[in-house]
Every structure is written in structure tokens, then in C-alpha cells.
């Protein structure tokens, strides 16, 4: 009933820049939180960013100052501006969104995009 489709990822040198979207679709009531999460091989899921329906952004303190998070609530989607890129940012990236649903349960819940690849490599 619900999808995020994550775009934008690739492969770019050390210190350039990428930009993560996140569209989210389906029978969609309201999306409150947005975030982004990455994966890097062999180690766990972790927060990069998060975005409240009110626009208020929370940042780890490994991308502080060089990723923005954005939000278009018109079009369901967020944006991951990342700048100043290090290989150790090298990971797949992940949008997550709390929605409800739009039937008569108003049913919330955690949705998950299929990921994006960043690979920052010279």
C-alpha cells in the first residue's frame, strides 16, 4: 500500500557531492518522521538524518555540516544533500518514513525503502 523509492546514489570522488531522494506513494493519510540510515558492508544500520513534518532536522555527528536533509511535503519526498563526501560515507543508504495509512484503521507505521548504493572512492 505503501512505497519509498529511494534515487540519487552513485559513485563520486572524495570531497564531491551527492544528492539522496526519497519518494514516498501509496494510500497515504499523513507522514510524520522522515529519515535516512545507512549500512556500510559488515557493519549495523545507523541514523544519518531525520526530518519532522515541521521541517525540524536532527543530525549524526559524523555528518554534521556537510549533509542537509530537506523536505517537500507536496510531493511526499525528502532530499539528502551531501557535500564534502569521505570514503567512509561509503554505504547504502536507506529512507525510512512513519505514515498512516489512509483507511477506515488509519493504521500507522515504519515503512523502508530498497536502498540506494553511495560509493565515495577516488
Known amino acids: 500500500q505503501v512505497q519509498l523509492v529511494e534515487s540519487g546514489g552513485g559513485l563520486v570522488q572524495p570531497g564531491g557531492s551527492l544528492r539522496l531522494s526519497c519518494a514516498a506513494s501509496?494510500?497515504?493519510?499523513?507522514?510524520?518522521?522522515m529519515g535516512w540510515y545507512r549500512q556500510a558492508p559488515g557493519q549495523q544500520r545507523e541514523l544519518v538524518a531525520t526530518i519532522t513534518s515541521g521541517g525540524i532536522t536532527n543530525y549524526a555527528d559524523s555528518v554534521k555540516d556537510r549533509f542537509t536533509m530537506s523536505r517537500d511535503n507536496a510531493r511526499n519526498t525528502v532530499y539528502l544533500q551531501m557535500n564534502s563526501l569521505k570514503p567512509e560515507d561509503t554505504a547504502v543508504y536507506y529512507c525510512?518514513?512513519?505514515?498512516?495509512?489512509?483507511?477506515?484503521?488509519?493504521?500507522?507505521?515504519?515503512?523502508w525503502g530498497q536502498g540506494t548504493q553511495v560509493t565515495v572512492s577516488s
Open positions: 525510512n518514513a512513519y505514515i498512516t495509512i489512509a483507511t477506515m484503521s488509519k493504521a500507522s507505521s515504519y515503512y
Open positions: 501509496g494510500n497515504i493519510f499523513f507522514i510524520y518522521d
